[in-house]
């Protein structure tokens, strides 16, 4: 069996800058991440999480060092301020370890982020 790297995007909104909303929303979305590709903690090679601007409370990645990723590389950034954007944004890039071709990955987008891929919501029932 071949192992491929593969990309499995997410995003999800929060309600306010603190530290329990950015945790929460991203505890969220990694569960859900985790559900619908059937990941395994010790197959995620890598994971980069970005927030927008206005979320300056809590490194997302926290949640996912709460979740078990102690051994994971996992880094934090802000997104680009484009005029515009959706506000309160956490996106999330993991790099995981697996069998499956590409167009078997299930991208989850979920809260206020739904808009960003409206195509990706609606395979997976995310609210």
Do not use: K
């Amino acid at each position: 069996m071949t192992i491929y790297c593969r990309g499995i995007r997410g995003a999800t909104t929060c309600d306010e800058n603190t530290r329990e909303s950015i945790l929460e929303a991203t505890r969220e979305l990694l569960q859900r991440m985790i559900t619908a590709n059937g990941i395994h903690t010790e197959d995620i090679a890598s994971a980069i999480f970005s927030t927008t601007s206005d979320l300056t409370a809590e490194f997302p990645a926290v949640a996912a060092r709460e979740l078990g990723w102690l051994d994971t590389a996992l880094l934090c950034t802000h997104e680009m301020a484009v005029p515009g954007s959706l506000q309160r944004c956490i996106r999330v890039l993991i790099h995981w370890n697996t069998p499956r071709r590409a167009d078997e990955i299930m991208h989850v987008y979920i809260r206020g982020a739904r808009t960003l891929r409206p195509d990706r919501t609606a395979l997976h029932g995310a609210d």
